[in-house]
């Protein structure tokens, strides 16, 4: 991840931000947050933006606790799963409600920027 410098109301932070894909994870205070812009639908009412059925991780870093299994039913902001990242422990939550149809991880294995962990289907 990439460091940068940010003022807010005259006080300066660092932010370590990192865009993979279409996502920017950026790691401010403590937390890890993902920013998805939304893209404008052609032709027609009702379009949105982009859906994140895979929760990947914002960076490098050990899997601590995996706290889904396939199958089960998952609620949009619910926790999946705890890494371990620079020293500090990071929830990871899922983006959307489905049945999560992979676990791509378990506790001790080492994942990279990027790679999908829990991947969430579509409620049907």
Known sequence: M?????????????VFAEKVGGTLWYHFKGETYSFVPQTKSRG??????LVHRSVQAPMPG???KVM????????SG???LVMEAMKMEYTLEAQVDGPVE????????QV???QELVYVGEVE
């Open 2 to 14: 990439k460091r940068y410098e940010i003022e807010i109301e005259g006080e300066t932070h660092k």
């Open 112 to 114: 990279s920027l990027g």
């Open 44 to 49: 027609g009412a009702g379009g949105g933006g």
């Open 68 to 75: 889904v299994k396939q199958g089960e039913q998952v609620l």
């Open 102 to 109: 992979r676990v791509s991880c378990q506790p001790g294995d």
């Open 62 to 64: 050990k899997i601590i």
């Open 78 to 80: 619910q926790a999946v």
